[in-house]
Nanobody
Framework: VQLVESGGGLVQPGGSLRLSCAASGFTFSSYSMSWYRQAPGKERELFAA????????NYADSVKGRFTISRDNAKNTVYLQMNSLKPEDTAVYYCKKTGGITLWGQGTQVTVSS
């Protein structure tokens, strides 16, 4: 049972990245999924979530209009498309299974810098 994030890296301000979170060991299509991030010296924050069917999404104001969460239940994967990245988006990004036993991925570093 695990979640594995990928797709992080270094990007210039205004750039884009797409993160992936591959799930295994549980019935992915039964659970909502969320993305969190944790910047240095700050608490981990929830900023995007998607229902199990993908029909409903929610975003924090800090990323609304720039980030898009989506999922492919056939591939057991949740995605995060990040556009118009800002230096303040620099953080370790985590996906989380919502409901049932808590499950986090290991995180992937996103650094926005020129």
């Amino acid at each position: 049972v695990q979640l594995v994030e990928s797709g992080g890296g270094l990007v210039q301000p205004g750039g884009s990245l797409r993160l992936s979170c591959a799930a295994s060991g549980f019935t992915f299509s039964s659970y909502s999924m969320s993305w969190y991030r944790q910047a240095p010296g700050k608490e981990r924050e929830l900023f995007a979530a998607i229902t199990n069917t993908g029909r409903s999404t929610n975003y924090a104001d800090s990323v609304k209009g720039r980030f898009t969460i989506s999922r492919d239940n056939a591939k057991n994967t949740v995605y995060l498309q990040m556009n118009s990245l800002k230096p303040e988006d620099t953080a370790v990004y985590y996906c989380k299974k919502t409901g049932g036993i808590t499950l986090w991925g290991q995180g992937t570093q996103v650094t926005v810098s020129s």
